[in-house]
T-cell receptor
Framework: GNSVTQMEGPVTLSEEAFLTINCTYT??????LFWYVQYPGEGLQLLLKATKADDKGSNKGFEATYRKETTSFHLEKGSVQVSDSAVYFC?????????????FGQGTRLTINP | DARVTQTPRHKVTEMGQEVTMRCQPILGHNTVFWYRQTMMQGLELLAYFRNRAPLDDSGMPKDRFSAEMPDATLATLKIQPSEPRDSAVYFCASGFHKAGWNEQFFGPGTRLTVL
């Protein structure tokens, strides 16, 4: 079946530290991959995406590269800020163009201390 | 700034009561999703619609849950009767389907507590 596994949280870092949140997936076919972010009290927002192998998605200093050989899509940021504190979800899109669905990982809570 | 709106934002009810959650998708979007988020299960897709027609409701308990789109500006999720295990945050998301991926825009959620 289709599934996404993220590193377990919570993750706590100091401001300006380097961030990696691991994400691996299992899917039939060639899924598109996404990172969503959820700030406290809000819904999820798309952070970045990659639609094919070796694509790199980037936004707001975050990056993730679609690695087909390792079935991974790890999220990285070189220097985190307090405002990056949130829950991060890795997701994949499955199905044909008429029936696309997102499958989410369990989420990783990130806390950045000043 | 177009956004998905959901009402109510919070709902506390007693077991056995009917609960109706409403969602207004972004104008022009033709796909609407309902998700449920809990600590134990994470984020689960309950159902989704395209052009107001249900495409998939396999994630929804059929005996007590129902989802509808009476018109293009309103989606509803109803639980009858509600149970304590239904306590969760329910998110609505909308998007415009076209060839290739379409982004999903999430609402702020309805936090449901069933006592």
């Amino acid at each position: 079946g289709n599934s996404v596994t993220q590193m377990e949280g919570p993750v706590t870092l100091s401001e300006e530290a380097f961030l990696t949140i691991n994400c691996t997936y299992t899917a039939t076919g060639y899924p598109s991959l996404f990172w969503y972010v959820q700030y406290p009290g809000e819904g999820l927002q798309l952070l970045l995406k990659a639609t094919k192998a070796d694509d790199k998605g980037s936004n707001k200093g975050f990056e993730a590269t679609y690695r087909k050989e390792t079935t991974s899509f790890h999220l990285e940021k070189g220097s985190v800020q307090v405002s990056d504190s949130a829950v991060y979800f890795c997701a994949l899109c499955v199905g044909d163009q008429g029936a696309q669905k997102l499958v989410f990982g369990q989420g990783t809570r990130l806390t950045i201390n000043p | 700034d177009a956004r998905v709106t959901q009402t109510p934002r919070h709902k506390v009810t007693e077991m056995g009561q009917e609960v109706t959650m409403r969602c207004q998708p972004i104008l022009g979007h033709n796909t609407v999703f309902w998700y449920r988020q809990t600590m134990m299960q994470g984020l689960e897709l309950l159902a989704y619609f395209r052009n107001r027609a249900p495409l998939d409701d396999s994630g929804m308990p059929k005996d007590r849950f129902s989802a509808e789109m009476p018109d293009a500006t309103l989606a509803t999720l109803k639980i009858q009767p509600s149970e304590p295990r239904d306590s969760a945050v329910y998110f609505c998301a909308s998007g415009f389907h076209k060839a290739g991926w379409n982004e999903q825009f999430f609402g702020p959620g309805t936090r449901l507590t069933v006592l």
